[in-house]
C-alpha cells in the first residue's frame, strides 16, 4: 500500500515592524526559518537550548565585578540555576540535564572567572590589545563625542521605526577614544557573515540613538580574546537595505500576497528548530545529514509500555526510512489515532525510537 501523502502547512508570518539580528540571520540561510520564526503557531518549537543558557549565565556574571575567586563562583552558581529554571520551564514536563552537564559550562566558568577578578584584564584593555597594531584610533576627537552621556551602554534595548530594526548590543562603548561596539560570545568561532550584521544593525541602531556612527565593532569572547573591523557607513547602509527588504517580502508572506522560499540543505537545515515542521525539509533531508532524526508519520495506536508512552507511526517521510516507527517516551501530549504527526532529535534507529528531553513533536494539518 502507497504512503499517505504529507499535507505541507507553510508558516504564516505575523506582521513585522523591526528586523532583529536574528531575524536577518534566519532570513539570509532561509526564507521559510525566518517565516517560521515570525509565526506565533510554530513558538513552542522555539525553545532555549544549552548553549543559549550557558550564554545567560555568562553575560549575567559578566556584567559585574567581584572581589574573590568564591565570589564568582556564588554567583555563577545562582545564574546557572536561574538559567536551569528557565530551561526547565521552558521543556516541561521534560527534564533537561543538570548545568554541569551543559556544553562549555566547566570551560566558560573558568574564563569568566578570569576576567570579572581584580586586575583582570578589562574589555578596554582587550580590545587594545587585539587591534592595537592594526587599528589607530583618532588622536583627538570632539569633545562632545567623547563626553557623550551614558557610555557605556550594556545590553541597552535599541530599537527605529524608521530603520525598521531593533537590537540589544552587549556593550557600547569609547574604547581608547573610539566609540565601539561589541557583543560577547561564550563560545570560540570567526567573524562570521552573519555576526558582521549583527555587529552592523547595532552600528545602524547606535547612529539613530546617539547621533555618531561607531568606529569598531568586535566579538568578544570569553576567553578574552577579540575578533573586529572598522565599520564603513557604506557597510552600515547596506544591512539597513538587506534588511528592509526581508521585512517587505516577509510582510507579503504575512497578508497572504507571497510565499517564502526554502533552502533545504546539510548546510542550512542542521541547526533549524523548525525541520519538524517544515514539508520541503522532510522531502529533502538525506541520511548523511548531519542532524537529529526527524519523522512524520500518521499515528496508527498510542499506548503505554510500563509508565511509559508510546506511539507507533506509519511513516510517510522521510521515504528512505522503514514504514513503521515505535516512538517511546514522548513527554508532550499523545496524539490522537489518525492524525499527522512528526518527532525530532530522539535516539534510536531501524522500528524503535526513544524521546530525549529535547525531543520536539508537531501535529500536522488534515
Ligand atoms: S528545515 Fe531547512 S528548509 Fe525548513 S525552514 Fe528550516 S532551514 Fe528552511
Redesign the pocket.
Known amino acids: 500500500m502507497a504512503p499517505p501523502e504529507l499535507t505541507s502547512r507553510p508558516p504564516r508570518p505575523a506582521v513585522v515592524d523591526h528586523v532583529s539580528p536574528s531575524l536577518l540571520s534566519a532570513w539570509n ?2 526564507r ?2 525566518a517565516g ?1 520564526d515570525l509565526d506565533p503557531a510554530a513558538g513552542s518549537l522555539r525553545r532555549m537550548g544549552l548553549r543559549a543558557a550557558v550564554g545567560i549565565v555568562a553575560h549575567a556574571v559578566l556584567a559585574r565585578r567581584f572581589a574573590t575567586h568564591e565570589e564568582v563562583a556564588d554567583a555563577w552558581a545562582a545564574e546557572s540555576s536561574r538559567a536551569y529554571a528557565l530551561l526547565a520551564q521552558a521543556w516541561a514536563p521534560a527534564s533537561p540535564p543538570a548545568p554541569q552537564n551543559w556544553p562549555a559550562w566547566a570551560l566558560t566558568k573558568h574564563q569568566v572567572t578570569k576576567r570579572v577578578v581584580p586586575n583582570s584584564t578589562t574589555d578596554s584593555a582587550v580590545v587594545t590589545s587585539a587591534y592595537g597594531s592594526s587599528f589607530r584610533a583618532p588622536e583627538r576627537l570632539p569633545l562632545s563625542r567623547q563626553t557623550a552621556p551614558g557610555l557605556p551602554w550594556r545590553e541597552r534595548w535599541l530599537e527605529d521605526g524608521v530603520l525598521g530594526l531593533k537590537g540589544r548590543p552587549d556593550l557600547v562603548e569609547r574604547a581608547s577614544g573610539v566609540l565601539t561596539v561589541a557583543d560577547f560570545k561564550t563560545g570560540r568561532g570567526d567573524l562570521t557573515d552573519d555576526r558582521r550584521d549583527q555587529l552592523l544593525i547595532y552600528a545602524a541602531l547606535v547612529r539613530s540613538s546617539l547621533g555618531e556612527l561607531p568606529m569598531r565593532a568586535e566579538i568578544r569572547h570569553a576567553d578574552g580574546s577579540a575578533q573586529g573591523f572598522a565599520i564603513r557607513s557604506e557597510a552600515v547602509d547596506d544591512v539597513v537595505r538587506r534588511a528592509s527588504h526581508a521585512r517587505s517580502v516577509l510582510n507579503d508572506a504575512a497578508t497572504g500576497h507571497q510565499g517564502l522560499e ?3 540543505g546539510p548546510e ?2 542542521p541547526t ?1 528548530p ?2 519538524v515542521a ?1 514539508s ?2 522532510l522531502q529533502t533531508y538525506q541520511p548523511d545529514w548531519v542532524c537529529g532524526q526527524v519523522v512524520v508519520g500518521r499515528v496508527l495506536s498510542t499506548g503505554r509500555l510500563g509508565a511509559r508512552p508510546y506511539i507507533d507511526l506509519d511513516v510517510v517521510a522521510p521515504r528512505w526510512r522503514s514504514r513503521q516507527l515505535r516512538v517511546v517516551g514522548l513527554a508532550q501530549e499523545t496524539p490522537t489515532r489518525g492524525e499527522m504527526f512528526s518527532v525530532s532529535d530522539f535516539e534510536g534507529s531501524l522500528g524503535t525510537g526513544f524521546a530525549r528531553w529535547n525531543t520536539l513533536s508537531w501535529t500536522w494539518p488534515q
Open positions: 540561510r532561509c521559510l526559518r517560521f526554502a533552502a533545504p542550512t537545515c533549524c523548525f525541520r517544515c520541503p525539509f
